[in-house]
T-cell receptor
Framework: RKEVEQDPGPFNVPEGATVAFNCTYSNSASQSFFWYRQDCRKEPKLLMSVYSSGNEDGRFTAQLNRASQYISLLIRDSKLSDSATYLCVVIMGTYKYIFGTGTRLKVLA | DAGITQSPRHKVTETGTPVTLRCHQTENHRYMYWYRQDPGHGLRLIHYSYGVKDTDKGEVSDGYSVSRSKTEDFLLTLESATSSQTSVYFC????????????FGNGTRLTVT
């Protein structure tokens, strides 16, 4: 079993839709979590951290479920510009950042 | 972002030749990382550094070496390039606090023919 798993998609959604992605992790000792966004042929960019109590940044909401060992990302009112690959990242230990393979999102006009 | 520059941006080289990729940062971050990204595998850690002259191996370190002689520069060397090392290479840095996020350079696309 992979340490971090994501549904590769693609998720094709119309503009204005709400879409959610999950990311599961295998090590219960995992400490911190992030969502990154990666556009085609570009570097990953930090979208948001994921806090235990859940957190929101504009149209984006991140949640952590430690009991079931997954994190989620909810995007409301999808824009064309949200089309990208979304990577979840799990930190284990001091240096070990484990990346999921990413979920592709396509927002359709 | 964290002022991370990778060079070269693109390189084509032949099997068996040595190749060095450079990562330069201006943020005085303690930790630096080299990842490769391949379809179906996501980002995989090659080597990382936790200070000047302090480095350690990641999960896919075979065939690669690194050096960090000053805080701002982290070099990745492919001793004798192979076609399996064709990939996109990303450098990342982070501040010293535990659990801080990584910031990435804009990548080097390497093709080994």
């Amino acid at each position: 079993r992979k340490e971090v798993e994501q549904d590769p998609g693609p998720f094709n959604v119309p503009e204005g839709a709400t879409v959610a992605f999950n990311c599961t992790y295998s090590n219960s000792a995992s400490q911190s979590f992030f969502w990154y966004r990666q556009d085609c042929r570009k570097e990953p960019k930090l979208l948001m951290s994921v806090y235990s109590s859940g957190n929101e940044d504009g149209r984006f909401t991140a949640q952590l479920n430690r009991a079931s060992q997954y994190i989620s990302l909810l995007i409301r009112d999808s824009k064309l510009s949200d089309s990208a690959t979304y990577l979840c990242v799990v930190i284990m230990g001091t240096y070990k950042y484990i990346f999921g393979t990413g979920t592709r999102l396509k927002v359709l006009a | 972002d964290a002022g991370i520059t990778q060079s070269p941006r693109h390189k084509v080289t032949e099997t068996g030749t040595p190749v060095t990729l450079r990562c330069h940062q201006t943020e005085n971050h303690r930790y630096m990382y080299w990842y490769r990204q391949d379809p179906g595998h996501g980002l995989r850690l090659i080597h990382y550094s936790y200070g000047v002259k302090d480095t350690d191996k990641g999960e896919v370190s075979d065939g690669y070496s690194v050096s960090r002689s000053k805080t701002e520069d982290f070099l990745l060397t492919l001793e004798s390039a192979t076609s399996s090392q064709t990939s996109v290479y990303f450098c990342a840095t982070r501040a010293g606090q535990n659990n801080s996020p990584l910031h990435f350079g804009n990548g080097t696309r390497l093709t080994v023919t």
